[in-house]
Structure formats: structure tokens, C-alpha cells
């Protein structure tokens, strides 16, 4: 069955906005004099739950820490680090050649519609997508909702789509839903399994769409 749709996370996959969110923890870790276990970060990378769980992880190496004073401090810090970032390597290009195939494009996202389409503006790529899903509106990954609302919203079948993921949360969601699923780590994922995707790329660049999509 021909491809007709892409749907593609956005935190780690469009853009890196992971690897500025980890370095903010790491410091925050540090200021207070202890570090940030990476195995943690893997564990709630590509969900929700990652600022509840890194405040959670900090008081416990912290005890009697102001979490909550923290918050407006570690937020701007973030924003801060992602004020220069642009779009991953080679996602213009692959997002233009779906354009010129006539495939629909979607972004499914565990983050909030607030932090999500405010930087698809501030890259420039907004305008590329007919839908855009969040973890506000549906559950987060690694449940399928996702990616069953981006398939409602588009109007094609799982076996007509493909998602572009850069966690193994992600992947785990994709594969739920029915969908084919390419994995395309970035730094801060790239030692992870990914195992349950149909494909791994290790960037844009690496191959380009329409060679990907005969295969």
C-alpha cells in the first residue's frame, strides 16, 4: 500500500530541543552539588513525565530543596539554550520532498501545545503540517493515542503512514498504533535500543525520503 502520510515527534526528532533540556537539568544537578544519573533521563525521555520526574530525582539528593523556586529558573534557563537552535540536519529537506509527493504531514508530540507550536513557528517549519497533536489533548507516550489521533486528523490508515521517532518511547507508541516506524536518534538517544523500529537512520541526512520510501 502506497505511503500518503508522515507523521513525525517533535522533541529529539525535528529539532534537538532534548539535548538543550538535559543540559539545563545537568546543571541545575550540579549547582547543587550532585549529578544527574543519565539512566534516568532515559527512562522518562519522550514522555510527560520528565520535569516531575527530574524534580522528584533532585529532592531526593537534595532533601528540603525549594522545587517550586526552582521552576521559573530552570524553564528560562532551557529556553535560553534553545534561543539559537534551528531544525535537525536534513528535516527541511525531507519535509519539502513530502510536499512534492502530496503526502500529509502531522507532528505527534507528548509536550504541551504551548511549548510545541511556538517553536515550529520559531523554526519556520509550522506551515508544513496539517495537524498538529499534543500530550495536552492525548495521552502520552508511550500510549498509542498519539499517533491514533494524528491518523484521525490526517484521514489515512496505519499501513498508509510512517512516524519518524528518536525515542524507544516513541517507537513503542508508533509500533501500538499500527505504524510503520523509522527511528532517527540524535545525540543524546543514539545509544539506546531501538530495536522495535522498521528502520534506524542515523540522521535526515542519511538517506534521502524517496529512496526511503521504496524500501
Known amino acids: 500500500m502506497p505511503t500518503r502520510a508522515l507523521v513525525f515527534d517533535f522533541d529529539g526528532t525535528l529539532a534537538d530541543t532534548e539535548s538543550a533540556v538535559l543540559q539545563a537539568w545537568q546543571e541545575v544537578f550540579l549547582e547543587h552539588g550532585t549529578e544527574l544519573p543519565l539512566e534516568a533521563w532515559y ?32 524553564k528560562a534557563r532551557v529556553y535560553e539554550l534553545l534561543e539559537t537552535l534551528g531544525a535537525r540536519e536534513g528535516v527541511e529537506t525531507y519535509l519539502a520532498a513530502a510536499h512534492e509527493r502530496g503526502l500529509k504531514l502531522a507532528v505527534a508530540s507528548s509536550s504541551s501545545g504551548g511549548w510545541v ?30 499517533y491514533l489521533a494524528a491518523l484521525d486528523a490526517l484521514g489515512t490508515t496505519a499501513a498508509q503512514t510512517i512516524a519518524f521517532e528518536d525515542t524507544p518511547h516513541g517507537v513503542t507508541a508508533a509500533k501500538a498504533a499500527g505504524l510503520t516506524c523509522v527511528a532517527v536518534p540524535n545525540a543524546i538517544t543514539e545509544s539506546l535500543d531501538f530495536g522495535q523500529a522498521d528502520v534506524v537512520l542515523p540522521s535526515f541526512t542519511a538517506e534521502p525520503l524517496d529512496a526511503l520510501l521504496a524500501h
Request: no cysteine; proline share 10%; charged share 25%.
Open 43 to 74: 527512562a522518562v525521555i519522550g514522555t510527560q513525565h520528565t520535569t516531575p520526574a527530574m524534580f522528584a530525582l533532585l529532592a531526593e539528593h537534595v532533601p528540603g530543596i525549594d522545587v517550586d523556586a526552582l521552576r521559573p529558573r530552570t
Open 117 to 146: 507550536n511556538p517553536h515550529l513557528d520559531r523554526l519556520g517549519i509550522a506551515h508544513h503540517f496539517d495537524a498538529v497533536l499534543t500530550g495536552d489533548r492525548h495521552k502520552a507516550k508511550p500510549d498509542p493515542d498519539l
